[in-house]
C-alpha cells in the first residue's frame, strides 16, 4: 500500500473524528438499534432499517480512516528545511499575473483540502504547477478558464 500524506493538523483531524465515531457516535447508533429493535416486527421498522444503515455507514467510515492514519506519511511543514521552494505542506503566497489578486494557499493531502480555508490539494493543478518552485518564479496553471499565471511571492512553513 502507498503511503498517503498529510499534515501534522490533517492527522490530527482525522484522529479527531475516529475517537468521535467510536465513542459517540457508535454507541449512539447502536442503542437505536436496540430500541428499534424492542418495537417488534423489523420486516417493517423504518426506524430499525434507517440505525442499520447508518451502522454501516459508521463502520464503514472508521475502517476508511483507520486504513488512511496506517498509511499515512505525517508531515510536520514548520520541521521543513526545503531552501525555500515549494513542497507538500508549505504555504505559498501568490498574485495572480492578469488581476493583481493575492492569494494564499497551503498544499496539503487530498482528505484536508478545503479552498474556502486556503488549503488545496497536492493533486490539484495549482499545487502540481507550484511544486519546485521558488519565489519570484511563475507558475502557469491550465484552468478550467483558461491559462492563470501565478507570481511566486513568498514560500512559507509554518
Partial sequence: MSTIPLTKRG????????????????????NAIAEARAQGDL???????????????????????????????????SGLDAGGRVVFGATVDLEEEDSGEAVTYQIVGDDEADLKQGLISISSPIARALISKEAGDVAEVRAPGGLKRYEIVEVRYD
Wanted: aromatic fraction near 4%; glycine fraction near 6%.
Fill in 43 to 77: 420486516s417493517e421498522n423504518a426506524e430499525y432499517d434507517a440505525a442499520k444503515d447508518k451502522q454501516g455507514f459508521i463502520e464503514g467510515r472508521i475502517l476508511e480512516i483507520e486504513g488512511k492514519l496506517a498509511a499515512a506519511q505525517i508531515i510536520d511543514p
Fill in 11 to 30: 492527522a490530527e483531524k482525522l484522529k479527531e473524528e475516529l475517537h468521535r465515531l467510536k465513542t459517540v457516535e457508535r454507541p449512539a447508533v447502536i
